[in-house]
């Protein structure tokens, strides 16, 4: 189970008195870590409840939908990430994993913005490491500001599509609603006192030195989300396996009460995306 963690587990009735007797008895699966989901599943093997662990009981998750100007009502497209909702709204660092289309970085996004709307956060800090696609030809030095430069790679493509236009990106960079950090710069900077909402995007892109210098930058004041692919995505070899920070961010912090980490499964993007997956 802790080498396959995914931040829930599956619990199966296999008959109507299983079921019966698991609410009755209350029953805590023993290999459940505080903050861990779990699916419980009929004989039936629907879906029929979602619980969290709080480290005394299984708590009922209630069905929760993300709302914010830039992108309005998101409504969780199966249970996994009616979880990852759960888990965005309720804690202070979350992990989303899961292969490209499946929705991890539009959730964070989309709770980023709500966050923002709803002056929980006062601003969305985005610390990047532009690495290279793997098998990709560089181009080399770009001309500009800091700014520039950045929006010109791989996060403002990113950026601009989830906020549907480099206009958008402009306005909020403008506004000191969005700041772009490159990792280059973070040493030393601290986030305490900006009640910000940091944000590492192609998470496995980081070795377990980066992720830490980056966790080390959050103060109290703020939250963290993370996202990535470590399974797939890795674009450079150095971050690759035990090196990688994702991996170790998991092993590190799962079972705090403050974190949550969720893989999610079912790629929405495209049936082309999808069936890309098997190549």
Do not use: W
């Amino acid at each position: 189970m802790m080498n396959n963690y995914k931040g829930y587990i599956e619990f199966k009735c296999e008959t109507d008195e299983e079921l019966a007797s698991f609410y009755e008895k209350h029953i805590i699966p023993d290999e459940i870590l505080i903050n861990q989901y779990l699916l419980l599943r009929d004989k039936e093997n629907n879906i029929v409840d979602k619980f969290k662990f709080d480290g005394y009981k299984l708590v009922p998750i209630q069905y929760q939908i993300l709302n914010s100007k830039n992108f309005g009502k998101l409504k969780p497209k199966d249970d996994i990430q009616e979880i990852a909702i759960d888990a965005l709204k309720s804690n202070d660092l979350i992990m989303l994993r899961g292969h490209a289309g499946t929705g991890k970085s539009y959730l964070a996004l989309a709770y980023l913005f709500e966050a923002l709307d709803k002056n929980k956060i006062s601003k969305i800090i985005i610390f990047c490491n532009t690495v290279a696609t793997a098998g990709s030809a560089k181009l080399g030095y770009y001309p500009g500001s800091r700014e520039a430069k950045l929006l010109d790679s791989q996060i403002g493509n990113f950026l601009s599509s989830k906020l549907g236009s480099f206009t958008e990106v402009e306005r909020l960079i403008d506004t000191e609603q969005l700041i772009l950090l490159p990792m280059s710069d973070i040493r030393g900077y601290d986030t305490t006192g900006l009640n910000a909402g940091i944000y590492i995007q192609e998470a496995q892109n980081f070795d377990i030195e980066l992720m830490k210098l980056a966790l080390q930058r959050i103060g109290d004041d703020c939250i963290c989300i993370i996202d990535g692919d470590n399974t797939t995505q890795v674009d450079d070899n150095r971050f690759a396996g035990d090196r990688n920070g994702m991996k170790r961010l998991s092993e590190v912090f799962r079972g705090q009460d403050y974190y949550a980490e969720i893989e999610l499964q079912k790629i929405y993007r495209s049936r082309i995306a999808e069936q890309a997956q098997l190549m």
